[in-house]
């Protein structure tokens, strides 16, 4: 299958990683390539052109997801906001989205969870965590508190998983506490 005019590398590398999301969230880890390539509407070989190999992409399909994660934390952000414990609210307040619905967050984590069961996106996954533990760190916040705060919003943020759906009223109400704790607690330094 030839090149489809107009379209440039990055669409094209796009259009791979969100058919591979696709059909890794439908057939797991077995998913072939050539079904890949073929559900982005693309050869085998101009899959092969983006990702060397099956590794390959997924590891970049679970860079795209943390750096997608980032950006909604920093989309959460509340610019007048410059007390500490700024980001740990814009995790919370990310993770706890009202316009994230049940069936996108077991897409979401369901495809994570078969992704981190590749050693080399364990890896990335691991380099993340630390990435969030420094930034968060400095967030000027009391550092075991950011961890308990993190851990239940990570924690809800993955009920649907098992089965829990927060109605919104309940889902509204544990964000608010959630963020009720990240305000006035003084700093304090994370026990080496």
């Known amino acids: 299958m030839g090149r489809i005019s107009g379209r440039d590398a990055e669409q094209t590398r796009r259009l791979l990683l969100d058919a591979a999301e696709r059909l890794i969230g439908e057939r797991g880890l077995g998913a072939s390539l050539e079904d890949i390539a073929r559900a982005a509407g693309v050869s085998k070989g101009g899959l092969k052109y983006h990702f060397a190999s099956k590794e390959e992409l997924l590891k970049a399909l679970a860079i795209d997801h943390s750096l997608a994660f980032r950006a909604e934390v920093d989309?959460?952000?509340?610019?007048?906001?410059?007390?500490?414990?700024?980001?740990?609210?814009?995790?919370?307040?990310?993770?706890?989205?009202?316009?994230?619905?049940?069936?996108?967050?077991?897409?979401?984590?369901?495809?994570?969870?078969?992704?981190?069961?590749v050693d080399s996106v364990r890896e990335i996954c691991g380099q993340e965590a630390q990435w969030w533990n420094e930034a968060l760190g400095e967030d000027?916040?009391?550092?075991?508190?950011?961890?308990?705060?993190?851990?239940?919003?990570?924690?809800?943020?993955?009920?649907?998983?098992?089965?829990?759906?927060?109605?919104?009223?309940?889902?509204?109400?544990?964000?608010?506490?959630?963020?009720?704790?990240?305000?006035?607690?003084?700093?304090?330094?994370?026990a080496q």
Do not use: K, N
């Open 75 to 117: 989309a959460h952000l509340d610019p007048a906001d410059q007390e500490p414990g700024r980001l740990l609210r814009a995790y919370v307040r990310s993770a706890l989205s009202p316009a994230v619905d049940t069936a996108s967050s077991i897409e979401r984590h369901g495809l994570m969870a078969r992704l981190i069961t």
């Open 140 to 190: 000027g916040f009391d550092p075991l508190l950011t961890d308990v705060v993190v851990a239940a919003a990570d924690g809800a943020s993955v009920a649907p998983l098992w089965g829990e759906e927060y109605s919104p009223e309940r889902l509204d109400a544990l964000r608010e506490r959630l963020l009720a704790m990240t305000r006035g607690a003084e700093r304090t330094h994370r």
